[in-house]
């Protein structure tokens, strides 16, 4: 599976972005280059999520996906359970996971930011 690497895009009280503020996510993508929820309905494992964000260090978690919610994100604290664990952020994009492509990610507080995809691979 590949691991997508998103940045932020601007704004937000980051205008020129930050490379110490990023998203990992590893998820499989259909043909198109779209994550596959078929592909995750069908997989028992867990799809990893990383954050890293400056000041709160790395925080672990997994790619959730609801046919009528979309991709989502959460994040687990050391006492986490994961299926008490909240989300975190939910992704929506509607073009293919390409570097330079961007996605808008709706933060726990209903704030939403743009984040550029960096990475694929």
Do not use: K
């Not at 590893?26 to 990893?48: I, K």
């Not at 925080?59 to 604290?77: E, I, T």
């Not at 952020?89 to 984040?115: H, K, L, M």
């Amino acid at each position: 599976m590949p691991l997508v690497v998103l940045s932020p895009s601007g704004g937000g009280g980051l205008p020129e972005g930050s490379p110490e503020h990023r998203y990992e996510v590893t998820l499989t993508l259909d043909h198109q280059g779209f994550p596959d929820p078929n592909a995750w309905r069908e997989d028992a494992a867990m799809w990893p999520a990383r954050r890293f964000w400056p000041g709160q260090g790395l925080m672990d978690g997994d790619v959730l996906y609801d046919p009528d919610m979309g991709w989502a994100l959460r994040f687990f604290r050391r006492d986490d359970n994961p299926v008490d664990a909240p989300l975190q952020a939910v992704i929506r994009g509607r073009a293919p996971c390409r570097p330079g492509e961007t996605v808008t990610i709706s933060e726990p507080d209903g704030s939403e930011y743009a984040w550029r995809i960096v990475g694929v691979g």
